[in-house]
């Protein structure tokens, strides 16, 4: 028997895999989101759909400014004591006390005030011209990051909303502007079609438990749509109790495209980084990274190496350690910034040498008896991660050790998590023994020796 797209428990059990089936994004992951704009289509969904991102975000001292699309005024259309000027007003004053109680102050709100109901897409006469305006404030804004409603939200201004983000984004920076997606209405579709197809999007979610009670004082400053302000048009529009219950979870669900995958972090991404801090990651004072870079060190084969290679060195905390193993040590990163602090700190060290290099476009001519990749394989795309796997076990002689290292939460920003890294080397590392595989808390290790060679042999 055939399963209707409309079936209900099939409806249930897709909505359900939203929560069940998605990681927990770490708060400290959303560093790089430095000047996030939120696009609320009506005034009361930016905080129902992303209330906690918001206030987690102004928590941590980073920008947040919120634009709302339409002017709001079809929720009562009935109404004759809020006619729709009133109505308008009475949704812009609410919108403004719903976004300061998230942390977001009045000059970083924003009304477009195009007709709620009637949002115009694509084919609109007008869209250009409100693209024309979107683009240009985005690149007044200098905006690095767009939340915006998911796109198949079964609201027609949701999803004209989405069309005109996505346009405006296009238009301001068609590469290397952050896109997620967040659902409102997607809790109540009644049709699969609605939710994410598979592959389509990568989900995940934020752990906003500690935001919770700020969202919900937000979503209830939306008087009007929530407790009866408006009295005399019945017919008009109610959050209800079951619509509700949606977003009183401890998380909030968003989206991202899957197509990010096959897209490497290029360069300017890593400038962007580090031109906000020369210690973005804290591999300085981290006690994370001490117990990481310990732990790396201890599961190095050998006692010493004689030609070394380090992909992504950063500013040399980890390859001060590795200098103290190698006779010689190549370490490269793909940004002068780190370089120049990573050359410092080693200058004592002769036996080091740093490049600026891209792996895989770039690869140095050596062969090494050590190659480390650490906390970098997740920035590449799968086509170049391949590639990279290709060059890497070529590069190492036999009886060679290969060691990699990589963060396993979710981050929105990397094309690949740090399981999909170690499991395709795996899948692809060809002559190699794999010698120690090593799971901590937030961080997975694999070590693997070269077949061949005086030290070929697998050792455990």
Not at 96 to 117: K, N, R
Not at 295 to 304: D, F, G, I
Not at 328 to 334: E, G, P, Q, R, S
Not at 411 to 430: A, I, K, M, N, W
Request: net charge negative; hydrophobic share 40%; with cysteine.
């Amino acid at each position: 028997m055939t399963t209707l797209p409309t079936d209900p428990q099939l409806l249930a059990e897709r909505k359900a895999s939203l929560y069940t089936d998605s990681p927990i994004h770490p708060h400290g992951d959303l560093h790089p989101w430095h000047r996030t704009v939120v696009f609320s289509p009506h005034q009361d969904d930016e905080s129902l759909g992303c209330g906690g991102l918001i206030a987690t975000l102004t928590d941590r001292g980073q920008q947040v400014r919120v634009v709302f699309v339409s002017d709001g005024g079809m929720s009562h259309p009935q109404s004759e004591k809020f006619p729709r000027p009133a109505r308008v007003t009475l949704r812009r004053a609410e919108a403004v006390v719903a976004c300061a109680t998230l942390g977001v102050p009045p000059q970083h709100v924003h009304f477009m005030a195009l007709p709620d109901g009637e949002v115009p897409r694509q084919w609109h006469p007008d869209f250009d011209s409100i693209i024309d305006d979107l683009s240009q404030r985005l690149a007044d804004w200098q905006a690095d990051t767009l939340v915006v409603p998911w796109r198949r939200d079964p609201h027609p201004d949701h999803r004209a909303t989405w069309e005109i983000c996505r346009a405006a984004a296009e238009r301001y920076r068609p590469e290397g502007i952050r896109w997620i997606e967040y659902p409102v209405w997607l809790w109540e579709a009644q049709n699969v079609v609605d939710l994410p197809r598979p592959d389509e999007m990568i989900v995940w979610q934020l752990d906003v438990a500690a935001q919770q009670e700020r969202k919900q004082r937000a979503i209830h400053a939306h008087a009007s749509q929530y407790a009866g302000i408006i009295d005399d048009a019945p017919d008009g529009f109610q959050l209800q109790e079951h619509m509700l219950d949606h977003f009183r979870r401890p998380t909030e669900v968003f989206f991202e495209e899957a197509a990010k995958r096959h897209r490497t972090l290029p360069e300017d991404y890593f400038e962007g980084v580090y031109a906000h801090t020369d210690d973005p990651w804290d591999f300085e004072t981290s006690a994370y990274e001490r117990e990481k870079y310990a732990a790396t060190m201890a599961a190095l084969p050998e006692e010493r190496y004689t030609s070394a290679f380090e992909i992504g060195c950063s500013i040399g905390v980890l390859t001060e350690l590795l200098a103290n193993r190698c006779d010689a040590l190549l370490a490269i990163d793909i940004n002068e910034a780190p370089l120049i602090r990573a050359r410092e700190r080693l200058a004592d060290q002769p036996q080091v040498t740093f490049r600026k290099m891209t792996v895989p476009k770039e690869f140095p001519a050596e062969r090494f008896d050590l190659v480390v990749l650490s906390e970098v394989g997740y920035y590449w795309s799968y086509e170049d991660l391949t590639r990279a796997i290709a060059l890497i076990g070529e590069a190492i002689l036999p009886g060679g050790t290969l060691i990699l290292v990589h963060y396993t939460p979710y981050v929105p920003d990397y094309p690949l998590t740090g399981d999909e890294v170690h499991e395709t080397f795996s899948q692809l590392l060809r002559g190699f023994h794999h010698l120690k595989a090593e799971r901590a808390e937030r961080y997975r290790m694999d070590v693997w020796k070269k077949k061949g060679g005086a030290a070929g042999a697998p050792t455990g």
